[in-house]
């Protein structure tokens, strides 16, 4: 059965420095998603992309988050100068089409000093 | 209002009870709603999407009362196997999911 996959699964940084979480999509997706999870609370929306352009974007997601889809099948999120509150389990999901079911990676925890 | 409200739990029930939760929301022009579980520091996974007619899938049943903005997942017959969170998720026609905070279920031997 086709998956989403995250890499990596753990990463501790420093406060200021820049991250970049990466996810491979289903294949045949069209549809990518990036959510977080800080611990404790509910899972909440980030940034949906398409057609190699932000589609729908949070207020959370501010000028120091970008996406990138830099080759056919990665799917990237960047974080240029992290923050303490940026410590959360980040999901990518992918979907066939808008208002279809999302199919969410494993995450990647995010652990920033 | 929240925009999907869910009872916290925790629902501690026996093996092979039957157990039900509940969600509201709030935008009326949502468009799907599904239910995922979650179990403890892992990725949502799809359980079901619900329907206006109501959809059954093993176990497992859903309800929504669009009129109520209402949506219910019952499960008979709990096993082990189903403790995990469960998580109300309704798409209001853009692309964003948007999820309750989970109700917790316990199913003890």
């Known amino acids: 059965e086709p998956e989403v996959t995250q890499t990596p699964s753990h990463q501790v940084t420093q406060m200021g420095q820049e991250v970049i979480l990466r996810c491979v999509p289903i294949?045949?997706?069209?549809?990518f998603y990036w959510y977080r999870q800080i611990l404790g609370q509910k899972v909440e929306f980030l940034v949906s992309?398409?057609?190699?352009?932000?589609?729908?974007k949070s207020e959370i997601f501010d000028d120091q988050f970008s996406v990138e889809r830099p080759d056919g099948s990665n799917f990237t999120l960047k974080i240029r100068s992290t923050k303490l509150e940026d410590s959360a389990m980040y999901f990518c999901?992918?979907?066939?089409?808008?208002?279809?079911?999302?199919?969410f990676g494993p995450g990647t925890r995010l652990l920033v000093l | 209002r929240k925009e999907v409200e869910q009872d916290p739990g925790p629902f501690n029930v026996p093996e092979g009870a039957t157990v039900a939760f509940n969600c509201t929301y709030s935008?009326?022009?949502?468009?799907?709603f599904f239910w995922y579980r979650q179990d403890c520091r892992k990725e949502p996974k799809l359980l079901m999407s619900v329907y206006s007619s109501g959809n059954e899938d093993g176990r497992f049943t859903a309800q929504l009362n669009r009129a109520s903005q209402y949506i219910s997942l019952l499960i008979r017959d709990s096993k082990l196997s189903d403790s995990a969170t469960y998580l109300c998720?309704?798409?209001?026609?853009?692309?964003?999911?948007?999820f309750g905070t989970g109700t917790r279920l316990q199913v003890f031997p």
């Open positions: 935008n009326s022009a949502s468009q799907s």
């Open positions: 998720v309704v798409n209001p026609y853009t692309d964003k999911l948007i």
């Open positions: 294949s045949n997706h069209l549809y």
């Open positions: 999901a992918s979907s066939g089409r808008v208002v279809e079911t999302q199919y």
């Open positions: 992309f398409y057609n190699n352009e932000i589609s729908e």
